[in-house]
């Protein structure tokens, strides 16, 4: 049988990620086989069959950043998640041929960090993610701020731009121009 694929799909708040990957998700899905997602981390409750649920807006911009040492615990909590949920959610769907999409991954920590409250460095940052399981393809969905921001007003243009210049800087990413509409987002990353 062969070996499912691991997918990753980034990008700022308001791209069209999720709006992309329900389009997206059925398409991938082979014969005989399933798609299975989640957002951000692989956990019991959050691995979806066949199905993208509906948006859980999260925005804890406003909330003030962890301390060093309470981010330095949760970014070894979450670490040690990612890896406990890759052997138990993502590894065994990949051994049934499945197709695993996940919305953000673990790289969304060192792409945006003020959602996750963290104030460590960013190598610290960086390396923790790289030491990660890796999705054998990353997708990163690329527009104009002035875009984004029509779609979905929760970043600002200086957050999205940083939030992008991150984002083109992932090893092995491949940037897909999302100012198209959503079929045609979903069409170009198939192909």
Do not use: C
């Not at 019991?44 to 859980?56: A, W």
Request: hydrophobic letters at 40%.
């Amino acid at each position: 049988m062969p070996r499912g694929k691991f997918i990753a799909i980034l990008g700022a708040d308001g791209v069209g990620k999720s709006t992309v990957i329900r389009l997206l998700a059925p398409k991938l899905r082979e014969p005989g086989r399933d798609f299975v997602f989640f957002h951000w981390k692989p956990v019991k409750n959050g691995m979806h069959r066949n199905e993208i649920p509906g948006d859980n807006p999260h925005n804890p911009r406003d909330k003030k950043p962890r301390n060093p040492l309470a981010s330095l615990v949760f970014l070894a909590y979450h670490w040690l998640g990612f890896w406990f949920g890759y052997f138990r959610f993502i590894r065994p769907e990949l051994r049934r041929g499945n197709t695993v999409i996940a919305d953000r991954y673990a790289f969304d920590m060192l792409l945006d960090p003020a959602r996750f409250r963290l104030n460590i460095p960013a190598w610290l940052l960086r390396g923790s993610v790289y030491t990660l399981p890796r999705p054998d393809t990353i997708i990163g969905l690329f527009a104009k701020s002035e875009t984004i921001i029509a779609r979905k007003p929760e970043l600002s243009i200086g957050e999205i731009e940083q939030y992008q210049a991150k984002l083109v800087k992932i090893t092995g990413i491949k940037i897909v121009d999302a100012e198209a509409q959503p079929e045609q987002v979903s069409y170009q990353i198939r192909k």
